[in-house]
T-cell receptor, first 112, second 115 residues
Framework: DTAVSQTPKYLVTQMGNDKSIKCEQN?????MYWYKQDSKKFLKIMFS???????INETVPNRFSPKSPDKAHLNLHINSLELGDSAVYFC???????????FGSGTQLSVL | AQTVTQSQPEMSVQEAETVTLSCTYD???????LFWYKQPPSRQMILVIR??????QNATENRFSVNFQKAAKSFSLKISDSQLGDAAMYFC????????????FGTGTRLQVFP
């Protein structure tokens, strides 16, 4: 049973397209996150949601729009994809914000 | 703002030997958490070990232990009896005890394990 699952694992698309990445957790956690890992392996938080409410938006372009339909899901929609959006995107979850994070296996996005 | 620095882009170790990965951080806070995460080629981020800043005792998890020097703002990871499966990227991370919603990661250290 996968605790935090992301789909798709790989996403190849053209510049200017719109794409979505889905994330689901079955751990009963109330806080979910999106992290971005660039080509140099640097990981940085993008968004954090607690009980479906946005907590953190780390100066991410507004082309990125997270949506949390319920506590178990946090999807990431990206409009007008740019070359610089190519990265690995990780979803994560935790029970509250003081507990350890469980990460998904990442979605590798390649923008051509 | 807090920062995390890993000064070793790559390290290597012989199987069964011991290796230490370095991490330093900068913060003005007195209460925080420190973590080491492992990222194998599968890309999965796996928590290796966690340290609360208010605890003086160094955390240990089986073959993994840390040397936490709060005054020096240093948090190194020691891997004993290295195994081939330990080969991975290792990330040091910081989280404030006040602003707990995000982890701040270092740039990572790639560890190679040779048989």
């Amino acid at each position: 049973d996968t605790a935090v699952s992301q789909t798709p694992k790989y996403l190849v698309t053209q510049m200017g397209n719109d794409k979505s990445i889905k994330c689901e957790q079955n751990l009963g956690h109330d806080t979910m996150y999106w992290y971005k890992q660039d080509s140099k392996k640097f990981l940085k938080i993008m968004f954090s949601y607690n009980n479906k409410e946005l907590i953190i938006n780390e100066t991410v372009p507004n082309r990125f729009s997270p949506k949390s339909p319920d506590k178990a899901h946090l999807n990431l929609h990206i409009n007008s994809l740019e070359l610089g959006d190519s990265a690995v995107y990780f979803c994560a979850s935790s029970l509250g914000t003081n507990e350890k994070l469980f990460f998904g296996s990442g979605t590798q996005l390649s923008v051509l | 703002a807090q920062t995390v620095t890993q000064s070793q882009p790559e390290m290597s170790v012989q199987e069964a030997e011991t290796v230490t990965l370095s991490c330093t951080y900068d913060t003005s806070e007195s209460d925080y958490y420190l973590f080491w995460y492992k990222q194998p080629p599968s890309r999965q981020m796996i928590l290796v070990i966690r340290q609360e800043a208010y605890k003086q005792q160094n955390a240990t998890e089986n073959r993994f232990s840390v040397n936490f020097q709060k005054a020096a703002k240093s948090f190194s990871l020691k891997i004993s009896d290295s195994q081939l499966g330990d080969a991975a990227m290792y990330f040091c991370a910081y989280r404030s005890a006040w602003n707990t919603d995000k982890l701040i990661f270092g740039t990572g250290t790639r560890l190679q394990v040779f048989p």
